[in-house]
Every structure is written in C-alpha cells, then in structure tokens.
C-alpha cells in the first residue's frame, strides 16, 4: 500500500471528492528529487523520509523499473480476489497484449463477496491522485460505472498492490450474464497509465 510522505504524499481515500466536481482541487506536486533534497541539514528528517520513502530516498530520488519505459505507473495485473479460501484468485496480465483479453471470459459467482486488487511499479517520480476507474456494459448499453480513489504514491523497486473494499457481485436471473468491462488506470495529471476491456460473467455456480 502507499506510504504517506508528509503534505506531498497522501493517501486518498473513496470519500475525496473526485476532480471536477465543486471545491476539488488537484494538489500541486513537488518532485521526489525535491523532497528528497529539502533540507538536508536536518538529520531527524533525513530519517523520517528515508523510513517512508525506502529506496528513493537512498537513491536520491531515482528510481527506474524499465528505463525503455518514460510512464510513472506500470501496471502489471489485475485480481478479483473471492473471499473464499477455496476459491483460487482470478488473475488477469496486463503486461501482453491487451486485445487479447477480449478472447477470455472471467467467471464470478451471483452473490460472492469480492475485491478488486491492481498491481503496479511506480517509478521516476511520486504519482499523485491515482484513479480506477470501470464501466460495465450489457450489449450496447452500459450499466454502471465506478471510480476508486487508489492515492498517491512514491516510487519503489517492489511491486505495490491496491486492494478495493469488498463487494457483493449482481445476483439473481436477471443480473446473469455476459459484461463487457472497460477499465483505466489514470492521476490527478490526466495521465492515462493503461486502458483495459475484459469480459466478467456472472454466473448461477462457479465453472
């Protein structure tokens, strides 16, 4: 999960307002390059921002996964995790081709509880305000749309993971069925870090 760095790196949560509605203001961004070297003299500091910013701050601010890479974000997979020991995680790779999940279909329960992680690398320079957003569309007409507050993040050599909070899927005939999922990654920035369309089934049992 997301460490916070002082007023420059915070956690957002779901009950932020989201940008474009009244009195949301997207924060304005110092660089890790720049937090990292602000006041060097204070050792106290020193300590506390290397405790919350690990191998940035040692590496003074530069952190690179894939240099071919100039995004912030990288995201790696995606997993609807089923609160059910006995149920085994859906997992779905985003580091493909993407146009090749459209071939797959991902099947849930009517009525099971469920999460939704995303894992990512965050590198170069903090991110602020990350977003998850997902529409569902039966046929031509689209059914709900959510948007998920992740937060704003420093960059780490491991991967990180942002888990939603549980949900309970559509239940009952009418809800059964075939759903085409368009989701996106995005910042407070307008940066656009990936766009996905996958298939989530809802189904009477498990197959």
Sequence with gaps: MADD???????ASADEPEEGTPGYVVPLQKSLVDIVKQDESDESLLKYKAALLGDAAAAGGEI????????????????LHVEDEKRPDIEIDLTGDLTDLKKH??????????????????????????????????GPIKVDKQLFMVGSYAPKRELQCWTSKPEEAPDGMLARGKYTMKSSFTDDDKNEYMKWEWTLEIAKDWK
Excluded at 5 to 11: I, L, P, Q, T, W
Excluded at 64 to 79: A, L, Q
């Design 64 to 79: 690179i996964i894939n240099e071919k890479d100039p995004r912030r974000v990288i995201v790696t997979k995606m997993v």
């Design 5 to 11: 760095v002082d007023k420059n790196v915070s956690n």
């Design 105 to 138: 279909t991902y099947t849930i329960k009517g009525g099971c509880q469920f999460n939704i992680q995303i894992h990512f690398y965050v590198q170069r320079d903090i991110v602020t305000g990350l977003k998850y957003a997902v529409t569902s569309h039966r």
